[in-house]
């Protein structure tokens, strides 16, 4: 080695240690701010470190841990610079190197736990099912500093402190809804979206595709209703719809992140786009006006024409091509102007036309009012003694409680976005409640799960949308996973002040809500 390159050896070896003696060396795993709080965190009090040398071992053959083995790649590559490969011919992982593996069956894991663990020498991440290996690399992402998070080039070391995490979520079911009718949002802004719910283990997406203002999925059978009912939007603007072809890429890109898309068509009410298209479906046989306002409640599909039950059979036909997951959501939802003698066998009907395409029925909670089929699922938003009627019937309840879950509501009366008529909430309020005790008639073993909507009347593109839905989000998707019994606001606020450098990383504009001392800059 020539004289000058032991001198500049020397005083990189130097500013290395300075660096790492400065940096704090991460060795309590149990201090890392992970949201959703894992089940349970044994520190070992050493450093794991990725380095140039370090690539994803993931077993030989088997697709979808390949695609997460390039998923974590993807992200970490970036912003690291360490350019991880994904090795997947066989050959064992040496020091420094991450390590995907199936399991021989860890009971406790069930379909998406996993157990996280780093030595000194190996990151590996064990699960029985794939999803759990996803649900694995999205802790290993938040056991990295935050600059980890962005998408350019940054400075430092890549330390993860050593341990045990052994993880699994409470409930199976855990969601956001975008409505997509009151203001119309591109494929490519929903796919940010999907992005931003994987990164906090949310498997759920429930797309509100029509409603009074906007119709905004192709069916082929029924052109106009993308036409005609996509072409505006609350406050007039130009609307919009996906084509087959983008709701699928949609779908497949959920997919490669274990997120269910769920397709909602609203019905009988919340319909004047389709009645704006195709004069036959309205009692009137006059195709009603386009509207761009936020009322509600004024409209309803003729429920004793058979016309009508072609439509939907049509619709949901179509969708049923599209939708690989088990659910289509029939809406439901505040029928006014429908009569309840009308509404009941309309949806007991259309519970039978999903049925015969092989899928199972959701509906906002008026629905538990009809017949429900035992396999149907009650969304609890407004009236408990409507979800109460579901559980009697014998169907299971998702719970969406508008005055905790609903994240088009205003964080208080200076928000800029949102409407207020559930109340205000702020984000502890959003975080501060159990859905297993909420209503004492729906217990625990009643419930699939916890869904927070985003209404889009107040909204209209990406920004606007993350100032409700970020940082509430993350409490919600800690309350689908996390145990209630290890929850409390007061630990989680101290958590998510953490997740501000995270969420800046990612490009999200979200809420700093004052009820949360945000960390400085990393
Ligand atoms: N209720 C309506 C939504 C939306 C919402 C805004 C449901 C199920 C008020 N229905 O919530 O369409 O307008 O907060």
Redesign the pocket.
Known sequence: MKQSSIFTAALSSLALLIMTACSTTPTDMTKANIIPKPVSVTATGETFSLTRNSDIFVPEGSVDIISTGQFLADKLNPSTGLDLQVIADGTKPGKGDILLTLSEGDAELGEEGYELEVTGKLLKITANKPAGLFYGVQTVRQLLPAGVETTTLQEGLWEIPTGTIRDYPDYSYRGMMRDVARHFFSADDIKIFIDQMAAYKMNVLHLHLS?DQGWRIEITSWPNLAIHGGSTQVGGGEGGYYTREQYADMVKYAAERYITIIPEIDMPG?TNAALASYPELNISRKASELYTGIK?GFSTLDTKSEVTYKFVDDVFRELTELTPGPYLHIGG??SHSTKLEDYIPFVNRVQEIVAAHGKMVIG?DEIALATLKPNSVVQY?AKAENAIKGVQQGAKVLMSPSKYA?I?MKYDSTSVYG?N?AGYIEVDHGYNWDPATLVPEIKRENIIGIEAPL?A?TVSNRTEAEYLLFPRLLGYAEIGWTPTALRSWDEYRVRLASHGARLEAMGISFYRSARVEWDQQE
Do not use: I
Request: zero cysteines; charged letters at 40%.
């Open positions: 409603d919340h509600v939802d505040e906002w938003w609903y088009d409407l008529w209404w009347e």
